[in-house]
């Protein structure tokens, strides 16, 4: 078993950064990826951003030149850095973690990020 435990959500005015972290206990495997995942409300859950142990990145064309994924192997923890945030970034945000061999995925209970003025 994998858990998760996220913070840093918050209410930021729009163009506002945020800083989300998310660390990871348990089971863990040297080989594994983690990530966020975004869910607004009344829409489906989508992909923000991943990140794998060697440091290969996956972004949502929706955040690609704002937000930066990264990690501490070390600390087991994933971060996002949210730049230049808009009222459509507003959504609860889940840590996602993943490991071989069936990488079934861990979520974290949601961080609710608002962007408004």
């Known amino acids: 078993q994998v858990q998760l435990a996220e913070s840093g959500g918050g209410l930021v005015q729009p163009g506002g950064s945020l800083r989300l972290s998310c660390a990871a206990s348990g089971n863990i495997f040297s080989i594994n990826i983690m990530g966020w995942y975004r869910q607004a409300p009344g829409k489906e859950r989508e992909l923000v951003a991943t990140?794998?142990?060697?440091?290969?990145?996956n972004y949502a064309d929706s955040v690609k030149g704002r937000f930066t994924i990264s990690r501490d192997n070390t600390k087991i923890t994933v971060y996002l850095q949210m730049n230049s945030l808009k009222p459509q970034d507003t959504a609860v945000y889940f840590c996602?973690?993943?490991?071989?061999?069936?990488?079934?995925?861990?979520w974290g209970k949601g961080t609710l990020v608002t962007v408004s003025s």
């Open positions: 996602n973690f993943q490991q071989p061999p069936v990488y079934t995925p861990y």
């Open positions: 990140i794998t142990n060697g440091g290969g990145t």
